[in-house]
């Protein structure tokens, strides 16, 4: 074994005597008697090097704090979903592979680790077509009825989070509840074609790890909420643009596109200093392997075609799904709308799977802020 004095010891600590011999007694870093001087200690380098590297890798806690909040480390730990080496994995199974023939069904059962596919009760519709506003109002009637997820098991928040996605279905994709959603969806928009297309987007968006409006789920199901509040919570947060609702930018640059060209179209929006929300993402910097998925079995307009190859080329991104999945609602002409109301349907699954892991955790997510006001008045001694 190697072993250091106390002043060694210290040098590489960086701290104060009384903090080494607290170490010490704690058991975190072990001591023996120097056999040159008995009245004096050494310490195992092992555990001293160990704790200057903790030390080291801990700058102050209000700036990892705000790191991790914007695009850094996870800011709490999950098995539910991840991206590793530009791929997707729910529960470990990749989710571009899982596209090709699962259903949203299928995939809520992983995510949920239900074992067998989420069945879908027979319920009232809520909306004759698909409806976002509908499925806010539904949420809302639940959340006061329903009970606190807190304290309740898991096989328990399963069959409510079931339930809770009839309530969303019936807004979000009316039908019968004999058929898959995908399909519902698409019949429901009289566009029977587009149900595999639609069948792989649901897939390829049930989850993406701690996004927004997930974190806003967690958040809210942390605090012992019901499982509809956490939905509702997660349902508001993708609606912002810089989120869910980036599709509409990319609606409106496609069709600027068809009026004055793709490379003036985004000249223009560059030239304002602008962001291009249908090109890069910063999980994925060798391309957003969902967009990738989709797009292998959409042909979309010409006008998508000239915007990917302009934008490629003037960026240096490649689309992401925001773009794919606006693609893929103006190839099948669906309604306006389409993107949010696929990408709300498909991440209800992810968003109760992350609430119920939050549930049994049994913590509550509560950051500190860090104080920019005015400053503080303090009496005097």
Not at 32 to 40: A, I
Not at 45 to 69: P, Q, S
Request: charged content about 20%; some cysteine; glycine content about 6%.
């Amino acid at each position: 074994m190697s072993w250091l004095t106390a002043e060694e010891a210290l040098n590489r600590l960086g701290t104060k005597p009384q903090t080494l011999y607290a170490n010490v007694s704690r058991g975190r870093i072990r001591a023996k008697p120097d056999p040159s001087d008995p009245r004096r200690s050494l310490y195992y380098t092992a555990d001293v090097t160990r704790l200057a590297e903790r030390h080291a890798g801990r700058r102050k806690v209000e700036t990892v704090a705000a790191e991790a909040i914007q695009w850094g480390d996870p800011v709490l730990p999950s098995a539910v979903s991840t991206v590793v080496n530009g791929h997707l994995y729910y529960r470990g199974v990749d989710a571009a592979r899982l596209s090709e023939n699962a259903t949203l069904e299928e995939t809520a059962a992983l995510l949920w680790t239900k074992g067998t596919p989420i069945n879908l009760a027979a319920g009232g519709s809520v909306s004759s077509v698909p409806s976002v506003a509908a499925a806010f109002s539904a949420l809302a009637a639940r959340v006061p009825q329903d009970l606190p997820s807190l304290g309740r098991s898991l096989p328990a928040l399963r069959a409510e989070a079931q339930d809770i996605m009839t309530t969303i279905a019936s807004a979000l994709a009316p039908g019968a509840p004999d058929q898959p959603l995908h399909r519902r969806l698409a019949k429901s928009w009289r566009r029977p074609e587009a149900s595999d297309a639609v069948r792989r987007a649901l897939v390829l968006l049930a989850d993406h790890e701690l996004n927004a409006s997930t974190f806003a789920a967690r958040v809210t199901a942390s605090a012992g909420a019901t499982l509809s509040a956490s939905v509702l919570s997660g349902l508001a947060t993708l609606t912002g643009p810089l989120h869910g609702g980036a599709w509409e930018a990319v609606a409106t640059l496609s069709e600027t596109a068809r009026r004055i060209g793709a490379k003036e179209a985004i000249r223009r929006i560059l030239a304002q200093g602008s962001r291009l929300p249908a090109f890069g993402h910063p999980l994925y910097p060798d391309g957003d392997i969902r967009a990738e998925a989709l797009l292998a079995h959409v042909t979309p307009a010409e006008v998508f075609f000239e915007i990917q190859e302009a934008g490629e080329a003037m960026i240096g991104e490649r689309v992401n799904i925001d773009f794919a999945l606006t693609a893929m609602a103006e190839h099948f002409e669906l309604p306006r709308d389409a993107p949010l109301v696929i990408f709300a349907l498909a991440r209800s699954c992810g968003w109760m799977a992350h609430a119920m892991e939050q549930v049994e955790s049994g913590h509550l997510i509560r950051p500190r802020a860090r104080y920019t006001g005015p400053a503080i008045e303090t009496s005097g001694a």
